[in-house]
C-alpha cells in the first residue's frame, strides 16, 4: 500500500490502531546534502503495511503523533540513521525502540548481522535485493521499489519476536533496556565537535592543535549546515588532518594541500587562514586539554592483546558479539587504567570485572587444547 495524501494516512494509522510495537524503516538519500532528505517511510503490524511517501501531497502529523505514543515499541533494524532523520526533520525521539541488529548482537549474531541474514532464519524467507540501489527521491515510484521498500519491514515483526524469546531465554532483557535507551537519546544525533574530532584519529596534538581542529571541525559543519552539502564538500578530512598538522601561514602554501587547490584564493581560504590564526592566538589556559602520551607504548600493546584476547573468550563463551561490548578505542582506555561504560551494567558483569582483574595479576589466560581459559592467580 502507497500512502501519498493525509486522507490515506489517517485511515492508515486507524486501521494499526494502538498495537504493542510496528516495524519501522526509512528510505533517504544523502549523497548531495547535510541533513539526508527523506523520501520513504515504511510501517508494518500483522498484515497492515504501508510505504508513506513524504514527497507527496501530505500532512506527516497523523504520524508524527503515532510514534510519539510511548506505549508502542518502534522496531527498526541498524536504528541509527533511522532515528536520526527523525530527529533532524521533525524533531522526535520515538520511544521505546528495539533494535534488532542490536539484539541480535545480544543473541549470538556476531557484529552487525544484516536483516537479510535475520529474515533468511526466522522467516525462512530470502530477500530480492535488485533495487537496493534506487535514487527514492524519482516519482513515480515503481511497483518493485514500493514491494521492496515494503519487504523491509513485513518481516521485521516475526525477527523481533523470534528475538525477543531468544533475549528472555537468555535473561538479557536489562542488557537491551540499557542499549535502547542510548538510541533514544536525542545527544545522539546532535552535532558534537569532540566526537568528530575523535573519528580524525589524530592522536598527541599540541594544545593549539587541538584548539585549531575544533575550529576548523565548527567552521567545516557551519558552512556545510548553510550550504546544506556533505561536511566533505566543504572540506575533506584528509585536506583537515594536513591543515593541522602542518598549518599554512598563507593563502599559497594554503593552495599547495592537496584537495584545497583553487579554494585557497577565495573567501573559502580566507576563512580557514583565520581559523587557524585565532588558534594560533588564542591563550593556553583556554585550549581544550590534550591527550596524555602514554611513555610505556610496548606495556601497552601487549597489555591490549590481552585484552582483546580476553574480550573475545568472553564473548564466545556468552555468545555476544564482541563488538557490542567494548571498542578498541575503550580497550585502549582499560590498558591504560581508565573507567568507561565497559567498567559497569552488563558490560562490567561479563568483562570488565575480568579486564581488572587480569590488569592486577589477579587472573591469567592460558591456552588448553587450543582455546583460551582463565586461571586464577595467587
Given at each position: ?175 537491551i533496556e540499557a542499549e535502547m535507551l542510548e538510541l533514544s537519546d536525542p545527544k545522539r544525533y546532535v552535532f558534537n565537535p569532540d566526537v568528530q574530532s575523535r573519528r580524525l584519529k589524530m592522536r598527541y596534538l599540541k594544545p593549539r592543535q587541538l584548539a585549531m581542529l575544533h575550529k576548523m571541525i565548527l567552521w567545516r559543519e557551519e558552512r556545510a549546515i548553510s550550504q546544506n552539502i556533505p561536511r566533505g564538500w566543504v572540506l575533506k578530512d584528509l585536506a583537515l588532518r594536513d591543515i ?135
Amino acid at each position: 500500500m502507497l500512502i501519498q495524501t493525509t486522507n490515506q494516512l489517517v485511515k492508515f494509522i486507524a486501521d494499526i490502531g494502538s498495537p504493542p510495537y510496528v516495524a519501522i524503516d526509512t528510505e533517504f538519500i544523502s549523497e548531495k546534502t547535510y541533513y539526508p532528505q527523506l523520501c520513504l517511510v515504511q510501517i508494518a503490524f500483522g498484515s497492515n503495511a504501508a510505504v508513506i511517501d513524504p514527497l507527496g501531497d501530505l500532512d506527516l502529523k497523523p504520524l508524527i503523533a503515532f510514534l510519539e505514543n510511548q506505549k508502542i515499541i518502534k522496531v527498526l533494524h541498524a536504528a541509527h540513521q533511522d532515528l536520526a532523520i527523525f530527529w533532524n526533520n521533525f524533531r522526535l525521539a520515538p520511544k521505546p525502540v528495539f533494535d534488532t541488529q542490536v539484539a541480535a548482537m545480544v543473541c549470538g549474531f556476531g557484529d552487525q548481522v544484516s536483516y537479510g541474514q535475520l529474515v533468511k532464519v526466522f522467516a525462512n524467507t530470502r530477500l530480492d535485493k535488485n533495487s537496493q540501489i534506487v535514487d527514492w527521491s524519482k516519482r513515480p515510484l515503481l511497483e518493485r521499489h514500493i514491494e521492496y521498500a515494503l519487504a523491509d519491514v513485513v518481516y521485521l515483526g516475526t525477527v523481533y519476536e523470534k528475538l525477543l524469546e531468544g533475549i528472555r531465554r537468555r535473561k538479557r532483557a536489562g542488557w537491551i533496556e540499557a542499549e535502547m535507551l542510548e538510541l533514544s537519546d536525542p545527544k545522539r544525533y546532535v552535532f558534537n565537535p569532540d566526537v568528530q574530532s575523535r573519528r580524525l584519529k589524530m592522536r598527541y596534538l599540541k594544545p593549539r592543535q587541538l584548539a585549531m581542529l575544533h575550529k576548523m571541525i565548527l567552521w567545516r559543519e557551519e558552512r556545510a549546515i548553510s550550504q546544506n552539502i556533505p561536511r566533505g564538500w566543504v572540506l575533506k578530512d584528509l585536506a583537515l588532518r594536513d591543515i593541522i598538522s602542518n598549518p599554512p601561514q598563507n593563502r599559497q602554501e594554503l593552495g599547495r594541500i592537496r584537495g584545497i587547490g583553487g579554494l585557497a584564493k577565495d573567501q573559502v581560504g580566507e576563512e580557514i587562514l583565520e581559523c587557524i590564526r585565532k588558534a594560533k592566538n588564542r591563550p593556553l589556559s583556554e585550549c581544550p586539554p590534550v591527550e596524555t602520551v602514554n611513555t610505556h607504548n610496548q606495556a601497552k600493546d601487549s597489555t591490549m592483546v590481552l585484552l582483546r584476547a580476553l574480550l573475545k573468550h568472553v564473548c564466545e563463551q556468552n555468545e555476544v558479539a564482541s563488538k557490542l561490548v567494548a571498542s578498541r578505542s575503550e580497550l585502549e582506555e582499560i590498558a591504560l587504567g581508565g573507567a568507561n561504560r565497559v567498567s559497569g551494567g552488563w558490560r562490567g558483569e561479563i568483562f570488565g570485572g575480568l579486564a581488572n582483574q587480569l590488569l592486577k595479576g589477579q587472573i591469567a589466560l592460558t591456552l588448553a587444547d587450543g582455546d583460551f581459559e582463565i586461571v586464577k592467580r595467587g
